[in-house]
């Protein structure tokens, strides 16, 4: 499963938001009378939520990278 391929509405969450909708998906999963077709359709938005957060740590860990990047070539400069 791609990035590309995740939701609208998916991309629009924060990480908190798609881990509390991840502890909802799970309780549900866990839910006896839950049918089977539900169960996957759960299962794969709860895999589309969580590839989601995986981007949205990327997107934080580039930016710390370069920021950390940018303020050592800036301290380079400043000699």
């Given at each position: ?12 969450k ?32 709860m ?33």
């Amino acid at each position: 499963m791609k990035s590309k391929n995740i939701p609208a509405d998916i991309k629009s969450k924060s990480i908190k938001e798609a881990q509390n909708e991840i502890k909802n998906i799970i309780v549900n999963l866990e839910d006896e009378k839950t049918d089977l077709k539900e169960s996957l359709d759960k299962y794969n938005r709860m895999m589309q939520l969580n590839l989601h957060i995986q981007e949205k740590f990327r997107q934080k860990m580039n930016e710390i990278r370069n920021s950390k990047f940018d303020s050592k070539n800036q301290s380079s400069q400043d000699k």
